[in-house]
């Protein structure tokens, strides 16, 4: 990861720069509210010694009731997921945080510098390999709202997902405009990464599982548990069932 994506300095950082100063940070400006999201969410400026970036700021307050998801746990979501897609070592989901901020707690995200025209719907054959860590990762992490425009490709041509306060519900809930891979089996790398997983979460005492007991409920645990065990079991991408099972709107 390089900050020469939304910051003056060019110098490249480290995934964990990029934590410190969203953990520690001043955060110096709003810039005001997004566009199109359905809870209040800011674009701010962030500042840590020398180094400064833009992120997302999602405050608890701000959530949307739902009828399916505990008040106020949207923002823990946001985080579990970037917990997940680091421990899994597939660097989909933008550096996450959970902090408090001129609005209170809420979650902050590490904005990625994009072309807006350009998502899902957009992309062409080169873009499957990095679409197939995606369509694994929305089953674990059981993304209700994976819709087009949640795609991202940076300046490096990275694919990151964004807008994950909608997952880890102990229910089944997968709706996602990524069915390409529907019924294949998974390649070995990935069930790999994912069978080391497994084992993370095993592990009481690992630093992870820890922190996603603090995140998500006991039941959403054993969930996403199963659905670690299924994927390994299996071997193949998820099939639709009897539906919903695609977002709306699609992008």
């Known amino acids: 990861m390089s900050e020469n994506d ?15 100063v969203l953990e520690k940070g001043a955060i110096q400006a709003e810039h005001g509210i997004m566009r199109y999201s359905s809870n209040y969410t ?21 959530e949307r009731p739902l009828w399916d998801f505990p008040d106020g ?26 902090r408090e901020g001129p609005r209170g ?22 873009m499957l390999p990095q679409l197939m860590v995606m369509a694994a990762f929305d089953y674990l992490v059981n993304n209700a709202d994976r819709k087009g425009g ?3 490709v940076d300046s490096q041509g990275h694919l990151w997902g964004i807008d994950h306060g909608i997952t880890f ?9 990524i ?6 089996p998974l390649p070995d790398k990935l069930l790999a990464d994912v069978d080391r997983l497994c084992g993370t979460m095993d592990d009481l005492n690992n630093p992870y599982r820890q922190a996603m007991q603090r995140l998500l409920s006991e039941s959403e645990i054993r969930a996403f548990q199963s659905r670690i065990r ?13 539906g919903p099972n695609y977002p709306w709107p699609p992008v």
């Open 73 to 98: 746990t949207l923002c823990q979501r946001e985080v579990a997921a970037f917990l997940t897609s680091e421990a899994l070592g597939w660097q989909l989901v933008p550096p996450t945080v959970l």
């Open 6 to 20: 939304n910051a003056p300095n060019s110098t490249p950082i480290t995934m964990r720069q990029v934590v410190e």
């Open 230 to 242: 299924h994927l390994l079991r299996t071997k193949r991408y998820p099939q639709p069932g009897n």
């Open 42 to 62: 800011f674009l701010v400026s962030v500042t840590c010694d020398e180094l400064s970036m833009m992120a997302v700021y999602k405050p608890q307050r701000g």
């Open 179 to 184: 069915w390409d891979f529907a019924g294949q």
């Open 169 to 177: 519900h102990s229910a089944h809930k997968l709706r996602t405009v």
């Open 105 to 126: 707690l809420g979650s902050l995200q590490f904005y990625i510098e994009h072309d807006p025209e350009q998502n899902y719907f957009s992309f062409d054959s080169d």
């Open 150 to 152: 949640h795609c991202l």
